[in-house]
């Protein structure tokens, strides 16, 4: 029986955690933290897993954790790295659904995250957890980095025409609509209803910390450094994210609407968890709610020579929780759809 932690369960990512684990008969629920929390009951915060979640709140420094084989982070950023080094000298292998280990450049992210990374040697060890690409270095992995949400939908609509050099790569824009839970669940004005209901407005327009995440997964499949716009929007809606990306054709290249297709077609065939449509279909954040999908259609715009990919998720699952279990099933050797088999909720 697999001993599970999760470090940080009061929030939306930690909840959705508790949700897709909870059920599990291969996997056992040892330890879930919060420091303001210990000792009151999972269940009476989150009422919904009455009957499935049947532990207490324990003090995030709480030694049980170190006696997991897998310790799940859900904490807000720079919190992690804290508490990562000595699990990972206890033995358990740790997930860390924050930014903590995400950035390869020390600098960047201390420039992003605004203090210091206290264990800078193991960003080097880090593997970053997006399946699609890194399956084989997940597999054998003490410390994984999640994707956030944005750079997953992002880059699984990207990264193929990337990989083939079909784009002009120093013109990328990736124009994303995110529901309020990407946020977490804290009190602000910005994401009361009577602030964000009936209204759909633009943040961090002049940069947002998920950019540099992006464009280090983008670079990975280009000779030429990626120059990508990224422009984030928050919507009226609890989850999804819908991401509409344009690339202009690179000079030389011949591209037709049905040679995109068969290449998405073909680069997605085996990947359990990316759905890309027939042509003349488009993703919707309704389709993914509450699945670990990520839904994809390709498009060419021929009076531009623009290639446009519409890539939905639901960012609390395919672009947190569910990727997050998805990584565990690969390090633990499973079958890595376990327990993430559940069909999209409609409506």
Same mark, same amino acid.
């Given at each position: 029986?697999?001993?599970?932690?999760?470090?940080? /369960?009061?929030?939306?990512?930690?909840?959705? @955690? %508790?949700?897709?684990?909870?059920?599990? !008969?291969? @996997?056992?629920?040892?330890?879930?933290?919060?420091?303001?929390?210990?000792?009151?009951?999972? +269940?009476?915060?989150?009422?919904?897993?009455?009957?499935?979640? =049947?532990?207490?709140?324990?003090?995030? =420094?709480?030694?049980?954790?170190?006696?997991?084989?897998?310790?799940?982070?859900?904490?807000?950023?720079?919190?992690?790295?804290?508490?990562?080094?000595?699990?990972?000298?206890?033995? /358990?292998?740790?997930? =860390? %659904?924050?930014?903590?280990?995400?950035?390869?450049?020390?600098?960047?992210?201390?420039?992003?995250?605004? &203090?210091?990374?206290?264990?800078?040697?193991?960003?080097?060890? +880090?593997?970053?957890?997006?399946?699609?690409?890194?399956?084989?270095?997940?597999?054998?992995?003490?410390?994984?980095?999640?994707? *956030?949400?944005?750079?997953?939908?992002?880059? @699984?609509?990207?990264?193929? %025409?990337?990989?083939? *050099?079909?784009?002009?790569?120093?013109?990328?824009?990736?124009?994303?609509?995110?529901?309020?839970?990407?946020?977490?669940?804290? +009190?602000?004005?910005?994401?009361?209803?009577?602030?964000?209901?009936?209204?759909?407005?633009?943040? +961090?327009?002049?940069?947002?910390?998920?950019?540099? !995440?992006? !464009?280090? *997964?983008?670079?990975?499949?280009?000779?030429?450094?990626?120059?990508?716009?990224?422009?984030?929007?928050? &919507?009226?809606?609890?989850?999804?994210?819908?991401? &509409?990306?344009?690339?202009?054709?690179?000079?030389?290249?011949?591209?037709?609407?049905?040679?995109?297709?068969?290449?998405?077609? =073909?680069?997605?065939?085996?990947?359990?968890?990316?759905?890309?449509?027939?042509? *003349?279909?488009?993703?919707?954040?309704?389709?993914?709610?509450?699945?670990?999908?990520?839904?994809?259609?390709?498009?060419?715009?021929a009076e531009n020579s623009r290639v446009v990919v519409l890539?939905?998720?639901?960012?609390?699952?395919?672009?947190?929780?569910?990727?997050?279990?998805?990584?565990?099933?690969?390090? %633990?050797?499973?079958?890595?759809? &376990?327990?993430? !088999?559940?069909?999209?909720?409609?409506?």
């Open positions: 029986m697999v001993k599970i932690g999760v470090v940080g /369960a009061t929030g939306y990512t930690g909840v959705e @955690l %508790l949700r897709l684990l909870a059920h599990r !008969e291969d @996997l056992r629920l040892e330890v879930v933290t919060s420091r303001e929390l210990q000792g009151s009951a999972v +269940a009476e915060l989150f009422p919904s897993l009455r009957g499935h979640v =049947d532990l207490e709140f324990s003090a995030p =420094d709480s030694e049980a954790l170190g006696d997991c084989d897998i310790v799940f982070f859900a904490t807000p950023h720079a919190v992690a790295m804290h508490s990562v080094p000595g699990l990972l000298e206890k033995g /358990a292998r740790v997930i =860390d %659904l924050s930014a903590d280990f995400r950035l390869q450049n020390v600098a960047v992210w201390e420039r992003w995250y605004k &203090t210091s990374h206290c264990c800078p040697d193991l960003i080097k060890e +880090a593997v970053y957890g997006l399946p699609e690409v890194n399956r084989a270095q997940i597999g054998n992995a003490r410390l994984v980095a999640a994707p *956030g949400c944005y750079p997953t939908a992002i880059q @699984l609509g990207f990264i193929p %025409l990337l990989q083939v *050099g079909l784009i002009d790569v120093t013109q990328l824009v990736a124009d994303a609509k995110s529901g309020v839970s990407g946020a977490g669940r804290k +009190a602000a004005v910005d994401f009361l209803v009577g602030e964000a209901n009936e209204s759909i407005k633009a943040y +961090a327009v002049h940069g947002h910390r998920h950019g540099p !995440e992006i !464009e280090q *997964g983008l670079n990975r499949y280009s000779e030429q450094a990626v120059n990508l716009t990224f422009m984030p929007h928050l &919507t009226p809606m609890i989850r999804g994210i819908l991401a &509409t990306l344009y690339a202009p054709v690179a000079g030389g290249k011949e591209v037709s609407a049905e040679l995109l297709q068969t290449h998405y077609q =073909d680069y997605y065939r085996n990947e359990p968890f990316v759905d890309v449509l027939p042509q *003349g279909q488009f993703p919707a954040t309704r389709n993914v709610k509450g699945a670990n999908y990520c839904q994809i259609s390709v498009n060419y715009l890539s939905a998720i639901d960012n609390l699952v395919k672009g947190a929780s569910g990727q997050a279990v998805q990584i565990m099933n690969i390090m %633990l050797g499973l079958p890595e759809t &376990t327990g993430l !088999e559940n069909i999209a909720l409609v409506p």
